[in-house]
Nanobody, 115 residues
């Protein structure tokens, strides 16, 4: 059974940093493309960043230069270093593991940035 468990969200002031993580269970982690997505109430889920098994990364324009996605294949864990946070980054952040046709989601971790 595949399970993705996010942690490390929370409340932070504008300009601060957070580093959520996502632990994966029941998958061969290294062969999956991993990603972070975020969703605000009433809005569609949107891409934040992805990283392939080989380490190639892709970022949404809104987070380039502020967020860094990384993975530790030996620990089956995904990270998202978020710096220079703004209130617009307030969302629920979801971890995704994808290897077509498979796609799995975590339960989400809430990030709240106060002004």
């Amino acid at each position: 059974q595949v399970q993705l468990v996010e942690s490390g969200g929370g409340l932070v002031q504008a300009g601060g940093s957070l580093r959520p993580s996502c632990a994966a269970f029941g998958v061969i982690f290294s062969i999956f493309t991993m990603g972070w997505y975020r969703q605000a109430p009433g809005k569609q889920r949107e891409l934040v960043a992805t990283v392939t098994g080989g380490g190639s990364t892709n970022y949404a324009d809104s987070v380039k230069g502020r967020f860094t996605i990384s993975r530790a294949n030996t620990k089956s864990t995904l990270y998202l270093q978020m710096n220079s946070l703004t209130p617009e980054d307030t969302d629920v952040y979801y971890c995704n593991a994808q290897r077509v046709p498979e796609s799995y989601w975590g339960q989400g971790t809430r990030v709240t940035v106060s002004s």
